[in-house]
T-cell receptor, first 110, second 115 residues
C-alpha cells in the first residue's frame, strides 16, 4: 500500500519562509502533488513533481527526490492568507491513483 | 467556465438510511474521483470513474457504490449508513489520459452527518 508522512502542524511568521516536508512509501510511483485546503473549503492544486528537482510557481516551490522518496513544499514571503492545511499526495499505479497524506496545518502569525 | 459542482452541500441522515451525492466535473474533464475526508484528516480515495466504468477503488466496503453518466457527471451512493460515514465527501475531476499531469480539481464537497 501507500503511506505518506508530513508534520501535523507548523507555525511561521508573516513574511518568512517555511518548508513542509513529505516522505512517502509507494509502488508504481508517478508523481508527488501538493494541495492547499482552507478550513471549510475544497483542496486546491498547488504543484506537481514527476521528476527530481525543483518546480517554482510564484511564491510556492516544490521539490522531489525520487531516490529518497522525499519531497517538500516551500512557501516564501508568507502571508496571513497562507494559513491553511497543506497535503502532499502521491500518484501511483497504472491509473495514477492519488493517495493523500494527513496534512500539515500551517499557522501564519503576525 | 464552471468548475466542479457538488450537490447537496449538506445532508443529515439516520443510521441505516441510504444517500446519493452528485457531482458535475469541470468542463472538458472525463474522469471523476470520490474522496471521503474525516475531520482533521486527508481525503481518502473511494473510487474513480472513467468512461462510465469504475476504473479503480480504494479500501471502502461495497456499501459505497457509484455511477458515471455519458455527460461525465457522477453519483456516489452509500447504503446502510453508519455513524462513521459522517464526513465531507469530495468529488474531483481530472483528465483520464494516464500520462497526463495528474491534477485533481475538487468541488466544495457534501457534508454528510449520520445521526
Amino acid at each position: 500500500g501507500q503511506s505518506l508522512e508530513q508534520p501535523s502542524e507548523v507555525t511561521a511568521v508573516e513574511g518568512a519562509i517555511v518548508q513542509i516536508n513529505c516522505t512517502y512509501q509507494t509502488s508504481g510511483f508517478y508523481g508527488l502533488s501538493w494541495y492547499q485546503q482552507h478550513d471549510g473549503g475544497a483542496p486546491t492544486f498547488l504543484s506537481y513533481n514527476a521528476l527530481d528537482g525543483l518546480e517554482e510557481t510564484g511564491r510556492f516551490s516544490s521539490f522531489l527526490s525520487r531516490s529518497d522518496s522525499y519531497g517538500y513544499l516551500l512557501l516564501q514571503e508568507l502571508q496571513m492568507k497562507d494559513s491553511a492545511s497543506y497535503f502532499c499526495a502521491v500518484s501511483s499505479g497504472g491509473y495514477q491513483k492519488v493517495t493523500f497524506g494527513t496534512g500539515t496545518k500551517l499557522q501564519v502569525i503576525p | 467556465d464552471a468548475g466542479v459542482t457538488q450537490s447537496p452541500t449538506h445532508l443529515i441522515k439516520t443510521r441505516g438510511q441510504q444517500v446519493t451525492l452528485r457531482c458535475s466535473p469541470k468542463s472538458g474533464h472525463d474522469t471523476v474521483s470520490w474522496y471521503q475526508q474525516a475531520l482533521g484528516q486527508g481525503p481518502q480515495f473511494i473510487f474513480q470513474y472513467y468512461e462510465e466504468e469504475e476504473r479503480q477503488r480504494g479500501n471502502f466496503p461495497d456499501r459505497f457504490s457509484g455511477h458515471q453518466f455519458p455527460n461525465y457527471s457522477s453519483e456516489l451512493n452509500v447504503n446502510a449508513l453508519l455513524l462513521g460515514d459522517s464526513a465531507l465527501y469530495l468529488c474531483a475531476s481530472s483528465l483520464g489520459r494516464v500520462l497526463a499531469k495528474n491534477i485533481q480539481y475538487f468541488g466544495a464537497g457534501t457534508r454528510l452527518s449520520v445521526l
